[in-house]
């Protein structure tokens, strides 16, 4: 035994010296994260600043627009929208957005750097005088490795005290990114250290895949033998004697204790983050299959299904009554949220996208305002408000989606569950959870607001959720949404693990100056067994 952990000494010592400052940096980054992330503009922002939806200004119908455009291949979305005030409709197809004026169906061409300092201008008026061109980036920098953007995108600065820049996509018009000297300063404190993201390395995506993977592994590796060794050289009788129950002494003896305390966390996190990567085929995919989503909404959009026209849908949605009207629109948006424990405040204001659905052969358009909430309008008749999709209604979808496959259970959900869920209240309720009696033990997440498969999980991913998510940021039901006591528990067991790593830290600055005679290396000579030459 003595042999063997001298062995396992050695290795600790050596991958120590290797690993000790990237675990300080791991565990640094990570107190970052748990109140900051990337730079983003968000979906409420993006709402907030678009221009709303003017019906007299629509010309053509979507089966119109689609002929004038020509794209060949049926659009899997399309979306009216605004750039610049004008009505644009937008069609997702093979894998790139198309946008075409919805005035006079010009397809737009690729903008110039004016043109996008324009956008801006109009999405943020208060910075009209100051916003200037800065560059245009062919590849992505820092903040846009692996964002999938339309083209070439034009930064535009504000020019405000914030120093904030503006990404828009030169291919759509769309401003798709916003980042500050704040959220770029915390950005790359927090996640950009944390994940390794310098673009040099990044952009190097199998490089970079390895060193994380890999280097995960071999931090697993040294915390498991950290655990053996310490508690090894952890003695209860030397405790019941009167002295320490550690034989180390000076910061080993800090080592031992933090390693003790905090050594079972500092495993668990380094195992959860490597299974964030996937590595050998582990998958956390929960997208729903094409053939389950073609099932429900078909295979692309059918313009020519869309009678009713966008002009209508806005016509019927428009406020004429004053308040009384209004209240009615609110109470058909949030009839869904009643129950939930998402509810959301506020009145149906103006829309500013419609996005064209399909529903078990059934067209619809689903209306936003700039608050995110939506509401549902059929499209081949009316148009008439719907409040959403009814649970006998969304059966039919799970039984479509999986057809001849048996369901084990069917269940209306009000409130999240351990898997369908978000922190902030966001994602919609009620959903229709299906659990089928096939193979891969697939369940099924159908949302009333739209009728989509908004949540896939099957008998191999649902492990990964707990052994990730779960593991890697505490995330279990109830203590993950608790606020304070979530919070107060990953700070401490950050900074313990800080602690850990600093002390590692000071101790492998030692080794390499060849400092290991001091007295902070020495073991007591009553440690069972001696072994003053393992450090």
């Not at 900051?36 to 709402?47: D, V």
């Not at 009505?87 to 198309?98: D, K």
Request: hydrophobic share 45%.
């Amino acid at each position: 035994m003595k042999r063997a952990i001298a062995l396992l000494t050695v290795v600790h010592r050596y991958l120590g010296l290797v690993f000790c400052l990237i675990f300080a940096v791991w565990f640094a980054s990570g107190i970052v994260m748990v109140y900051a992330r990337m730079p983003e503009y968000g979906a409420a922002e993006r709402l907030a600043r678009l221009a709303p939806l003017d019906a007299a200004a629509i010309k053509l119908t979507p089966a119109q627009a689609l002929d004038q455009a020509a794209l060949g291949d049926a659009p899997s979305r399309i979306r009216i929208s605004t750039l610049r005030s004008r009505p644009v409709y937008r069609f997702f197809v093979q894998g790139e957005w198309v946008t075409q004026y919805a005035d006079d169906g010009s397809v737009l061409e690729r903008l110039t750097p004016d043109a996008a300092v324009d956008v801006v201008r109009d999405a943020f008026p208060a910075e009209r005088g100051t916003a200037r061109f800065v560059e245009t980036l062919r590849q992505p920098d820092q903040w846009t490795i692996g964002m999938r953007a339309g083209g070439p995108l034009h930064v535009v600065s504000l020019g405000d005290a914030a120093a904030t820049n503006v990404y828009v996509a030169s291919d759509t018009g769309e401003i798709v990114l916003k980042t500050d000297r704040s959220s770029r300063f915390w950005g790359y404190a927090g996640p950009v250290m944390h994940w390794f993201y310098f673009r040099p390395l990044r952009v190097k995506g199998e490089l970079w895949y390895n060193l994380i993977v890999y280097g995960s592994a071999a931090g697993c590796v040294l915390a498991i033998i950290g655990l053996i060794i310490g508690t090894y050289r952890y003695s209860l009788s030397r405790l019941r004697a009167g002295v320490s129950a550690t034989p180390y002494v000076g910061w080993l003896r800090w080592h031992h204790y933090a390693g003790l305390i905090f050594g079972v966390i500092t495993f668990t996190w380094l195992f959860s983050g490597m299974l964030s990567m996937e590595p050998w085929g582990i998958s956390a995919d929960a997208a729903p299959r094409r053939a389950q989503v073609v099932a429900i909404r078909g295979d692309g959009v059918d313009a020519a299904r869309f009678a009713i026209a966008p002009q209508q849908v806005l016509e019927t949605l428009r406020i004429e009554h004053g308040l009384e009207a209004r209240a009615e629109l609110t109470r058909r948006a949030h009839a869904l949220d009643r129950e939930s424990n998402a509810e959301q405040g506020g009145q149906f204001g103006a829309v500013k996208e419609i996005e064209l659905i399909q529903f078990m052969d059934a067209p619809f358009y689903r209306a936003q305002d700039q608050e995110g909430r939506t509401l549902l309008l059929t499209a081949d008749r009316g148009p008439a408000l719907k409040d959403g999709f009814t649970e006998p209604e969304l059966r039919a979808a799970a039984d479509a989606a999986m057809p001849g496959t048996g369901v084990q259970e069917a269940a209306w959900l009000t409130r999240y569950d351990g898997y369908y869920y978000d922190r902030a209240g966001e994602r919609p309720l009620p959903v229709l959870r299906v659990k089928y009696a096939d193979a891969d033990g697939s369940w099924l997440y159908f949302s009333a607001r739209d009728g989509g498969v908004v949540l896939r999980e099957t008998a191999s991913v649902r492990p990964v959720r707990w052994l990730y998510h779960g593991l890697h940021s505490l995330d279990f039901p109830g203590f993950y949404q608790s606020g304070w006591l979530w919070y107060a528990v990953m700070i401490t067991l950050c900074v313990g693990g800080l602690l850990l790593s600093m002390t590692s830290v000071i101790i492998g600055w030692r080794v390499l100056r060849g400092r290991r005679s001091e007295k902070m290396f020495r073991i007591s000579s009553e440690a069972r067994p001696a072994a003053s030459d393992y450090y």
